[in-house]
DNA sequence: ATTACTAACTTACGAGTAG
DNA sequence: TCTACTCGTAAGTTAGTAA
């Protein structure tokens, strides 16, 4: 389960976005970093490593201040406050994502792994269908890639990753949507994988492309309905 | 100045804001705030005696659980990350918020308090202008009052309170805007008063009623454009 | 049931300082 | 300069308990 950042730590990463780490790597010293946070620089240089420890951001460490960036798992856990204070605050949730792409053959690696038990039990209790075994590959466009990224950034559900005979499968992430309107799925991306952006695996309970009836290069809109943190 | 609220109790107000009372007063006791904040019941005690004590939240003490309410301050503190998170995360400002009004006459008390000194410097020095000695009044409608809300719970240009001989006066905050796209000016609030929305006080270098031939009744439009906590 | 006190405990902080 | 160690102290938390 995802382990809760403390407050305190959470702010220092917070004061990082501030100072510009979210889009690029930014130079700082400690005692810099103290001044933002209102601490000193030993609490600063102590939090740099825990944060760092659990993945929250990447440092290059050297002599007239290191270069600190935030990881996206940094940014999902900032994303995910802003999520929750829109809703509250603003009264409005995130908007719909929409995808526009065609669609294309995979390497029919998908039909495995939905197949394992592992996976089908966790898709049949979080997204409430039984997946068809194998998933609809859609291309989106590479100026959609960035939007993509923040997608995966927010909310989303989480399969565990299990132990099946011999193999370890690894844990993944899906987030619900509808197709061409009118059918449900969800995108399965495989966490601890910086992957590629520009296919993009569906599974759903129906075998999509022949239930509307669709061909390679043929195009299809994918739309990600806003989700919650706490909804997960 | 305002004194930054600490990481660990923030997130208990976050935390509040979740259960849902940033719109509503909400029922919760101690022990089941505690599950949310992950801590023990005596800290979820405390943090709503300290935060209480701060003027973030009111409640309601009764056995069977309290009332809890945030207060505009408090939803202030949770708005200010809310914008700083949208300004990273999302790469844009707030919406510039407009306001369609009509001028009416005021009370002539604007004047004596532009023209104390104490006021005047820091005006010069925030605002950057000198102001005229008068406010220009502008009646909004009422069903633009929460969006006047939301707008002085924002981001604002703070004047300290001072004495002057023998009469205090008060601290005020200020919101720069823009007058009929044209001329610059700021929406002026005394703080610490829970103050009537229909009419917005307007300072600005110039003489507005004359310079743009105004009179009594006129429409105007009266522009806020985003500020960030950070800039001020 | 509640809230909140006091005292013991644990965590986080910051001064000093080394590498 | 930098980062990050040790270690004494301060802050925050929790257990026990009262009202």
């Avoid at 759903?204 to 061909?215: T, V």
Wanted: proline content about 3%; charged content about 30%.
């Amino acid at each position: 389960m995802t382990e809760r950042i403390k407050p305190h730590l959470w702010f220092t990463l917070y004061t990082l976005m501030k100072l510009g780490a979210s889009k690029t790597p930014i130079r700082i010293s400690t005692t810099r970093l103290s001044n933002d946070i209102g601490g000193s620089q030993q609490s600063a240089s102590r939090h740099l490593q825990v944060l760092e420890g659990n993945g929250l951001l990447v440092r290059a460490i050297s002599s007239g201040g290191s270069k600190v960036t935030i990881t996206p798992e940094g940014l999902a856990e900032l994303d995910q406050v802003l999520q929750e204070l829109k809703w509250h605050l603003e009264g409005k949730e995130a908007e719909t994502i929409i995808f526009e792409g065609e669609v294309v053959s995979g390497l029919f690696e998908g039909a495995y792994y939905i197949s394992k038990e592992g996976y089908q039990r966790q898709i049949r209790q979080k997204l409430g269908f039984e997946a068809f075994p194998g998933t609809l590959n859609v291309k989106i466009r590479e100026e959609d890639y960035g939007r993509r990224q923040k997608l995966e950034r927010g909310p989303s559900l989480r399969f565990e990753g299990f132990k099946d005979g011999e193999r370890a499968f690894g844990a993944a992430r899906a987030y619900p949507c509808l197709i061409n309107d009118e059918e449900a799925g969800a995108l399965v991306v495989a966490e601890r994988s910086s992957h590629d952006y520009s296919v993009m695996e569906i599974i759903s309970p129906q075998y999509l492309r022949r239930k509307m009836e669709l061909a390679d290069g043929d195009k299809i809109k994918v739309a990600f309905l806003p989700l919650r943190q706490s909804d997960v």
